[in-house]
């Protein structure tokens, strides 16, 4: 059983490789069962270009390096390969790498491999992922559920603390497990969306999978690449779009791993000014490299193509962008400009963008960026990065500062509650209360509202009710819809024990029905990125500490008035403008009995009376509910 040659690259893949251009190198490197002349057996290519050898090792050979060694290409691509007959699906596998630097040796994962053995084990595994979807109707129609002018609300879930079977030791569920359990969740709490934390192969489960070694392969930890396909099949039958984390702006250096790969900085930016991060004590990808830049783009492709997911978050976008990212003065260079933009890394980010909407239809990619860079979700075209959205990290920031404020209070900082609509329209906006604002000290959401038990959870719903009538897109991480008074853990179950209690349950309540009417009113989606679908009504009472204001789709007869009241007092016959006559009917109200509110509603209809206010032609009066959000439609 020796390695015979055997390629499955043309030169045109060479030259594309070399030039950065393969989107599809998944296709052509790591481990592939084919048959040749009739044996069957497996194809491994690998790239190693400063490597002295390279040996395939494994169970079959007793992990002995020189049994199998692959043939360097004539090209000067710097890729080795091969094919070893006999070898079979569910063979574990490394590299053995002899680098010409010391005659140093090292055994490493494929980074191209499909599937890898459970941690603590490093392995690699050979993988046929053949799959037989079921989710036609839903890849046919994505562009119509993904699309900017439609609702988009995401539940935010890390696997392996969503839930947990107490009952067999605290495992985490598995994949087939979610495609059950999760997917009946997320249907009846109406969510259009699930973003996974990542999913691709970590080492180290405290890093909630950030920290990623095996970028072509689903995390063993919870099943087989099929079963999670069969996950995220599951949702797509469901009508539930699928999102997952992507991590193109570091990798750790664990011996197995990317770094130093053939024994030079392959992978990584070899001037540590630019190639580590020391926040995460990580290594960061060479953007300059032409072959990185296809690695990481052929990765953002592969799980579109294979898994068919519908989107990307991308994480850490502002740590790429700038060469001082969380670096002292004199440890970062400026670019050829002078500045502190790093171009390489701009360059790939449009590059990965453009190459993602041409590839694939009705996908979106979504940034995780904290600065106030320009453009973010902009065109390529027009000159900007070319995500679809952006994290609206200052309204996230600024509505939990506000709603950590008691009621009496509030009305010294009503311009912390207004200010995002300063900017609000700059990007293509998604409001997020992340995992990140769950840890490391902060407190849960809940735990930073306000007021006794009552008006805490009355300040939740009134957060949750402000947010999703909010212009922009939205995102709860799992915990926060049931109003979880611990900081999440990520070796723990979410605290479901609390949905005895009315409190807790009803907040759950509450946010179903907000993602419903999210879903429902189109003037909450259909210009949701767009200064057209908003109006003030009155952003100046801060007396009061209320707001005001419309929310408007393509039609007059869906527009929505919106009222927040973040104080406990009520407020009776209290004075809107509004645009039309006719009256106005409640639709939506977090004081709601059934929402554990205290039940001050609206009649079921309120007339609009020829009373000139707030700069309208029309005005009505109304009742105010403590600590809640009204919804109103202007019925003629």
């Known amino acids: 059983m020796k390695v015979q040659p055997h390629s499955l690259f043309t030169s045109f893949d060479i030259d594309l490789f070399k030039a950065g251009k393969h989107y599809k190198l998944y296709e052509k490197l790591g ?64 590299y053995k790498i002899t680098s010409h630097h010391l005659d140093i040796q090292t055994e490493k994962a494929d980074p191209f491999a499909f599937y890898a053995e459970k941690s603590p084990n490093t392995a690699s595994i050979v993988w046929d992922t053949s799959y037989k979807w079921k989710d036609a109707n839903w890849l046919k129609h994505r562009k119509d559920y993904n699309a900017l002018d439609k609702p988009f609300s995401v539940y935010e879930v890390h ?58 392969a689903p995390t063993s930890r919870f099943g087989t690449p099929q079963e999670f396909m069969t996950l995220v099949d599951a949702l797509h039958q469901a009508g539930i779009g699928v999102i997952l984390d992507w991590v193109p702006s570091h990798f750790p250096d664990d011996a197995h791993g990317l770094g130093y790969f053939d024994g030079s900085h392959l992978y990584e930016h070899p001037d540590r000014k630019k190639g580590y991060h020391p926040d995460w ?18 990765n953002a492709l592969f799980w579109l193509d294979k898994y068919h997911v519908d989107g990307l978050r991308v994480d850490a976008v502002a740590s790429m962008l700038y060469l001082d990212y969380s670096r002292e003065e004199g440890e970062w260079e400026p670019n050829i400009y002078g500045g502190r933009e790093n171009l390489e890394a ?90 990140d604002e769950v840890v490391h000290g902060k407190s849960s959401i809940f735990g930073r509202m306000q007021g006794d038990e009552w008006q805490r959870f009355a300040n939740m719903r009134l957060l949750y009710g402000y947010m999703f009538t909010h212009p922009g897109t939205n995102l709860l991480f799992m915990g926060n819809e049931i109003a979880q008074s611990s900081e999440w853990n990520f070796q723990t179950s979410l605290d479901w024990h609390l949905l005895q209690y009315n409190g807790h349950q009803r907040v759950q309540k509450c946010v179903a029905d907000l993602n419903k009417l999210y879903k429902e009113q189109p003037a909450l989606h259909e210009k949701q990125f767009s200064a057209e679908g908003f109006e003030w009504i009155n952003y ?7 707001l005001s204001y419309l929310r408007k789709g393509h039609y007059i007869e869906n527009n929505l008035v919106i009222v927040c009241n973040f104080t406990p007092v009520v407020r009776e016959n209290y004075r809107i403008g509004v645009p039309q006559e006719g009256r106005l009917e409640e639709i939506f109200n977090s004081d709601a009995q059934h929402y554990g509110g205290s039940g001050v509603m609206n009649s079921k209809s309120v007339s609009i009376e020829t009373i000139a206010y707030n700069g309208k032609n029309f005005s009505v009066a109304i009742t105010l509910p403590p600590l809640a959000v009204v919804v109103f439609k202007i019925v003629s």
């Open 31 to 94: 481990a592939h069962l084919i048959e040749v002349d009739g044996v069957k057996g497996c194809y491994f290519a690998v790239w190693a270009p400063t490597a002295k050898s390279v040996s395939v090792v494994g169970d079959f050979n007793y992990w002995q390096k020189d049994e199998h060694q692959l043939h360097v290409r004539w090209d000067e691509s710097g890729i080795w390969e091969g094919f070893i007959p006999e070898i079979s699906h569910g063979t574990a596998y490394k």
């Open 159 to 216: 696997i392996g603390s969503w839930r947990r079977k107490l009952e067999e030791g605290g495992r985490p569920l598995n994949y087939l497990e979610l495609a059950d359990v999760l997917v009946q969740y997320v249907t009846e709490m109406n969510f259009t969306h699930v973003e996974f934390m990542p999913v691709m192969e970590y080492p180290y489960d405290p890093s909630w999978g950030y920290q990623i070694t095996g970028y072509y």
């Open 281 to 298: 004590k990580s290594l960061i990808f060479n953007y300059e490299r032409n072959e990185v830049r296809a690695f990481l783009i052929s």
């Open 346 to 435: 701009i360059s790939f980010i449009k590059e990965m963008n453009e190459a993602v909407y041409t590839n694939f239809e009705g996908v979106q990619t979504i940034a995780e960026e904290s600065t106030s860079f320009s453009m973010v979700s902009k065109p390529v075209y027009l000159g900007g990065l070319g995500f679809g959205m952006k994290w609206m990290m200052g309204w996230m920031h600024d509505t939990l500062e506000y709603f950590k404020k008691e009621a009496i209070h509030r009305k010294y900082h009503q311009n912390d509650i207004t200010f995002s609509m300063t900017y609000a329209f700059s990007e293509n906006f998604m409001l997020p209360l992340s995992h």
């Open 540 to 546: 100046g009472d801060s007396e009061n500490s209320v």
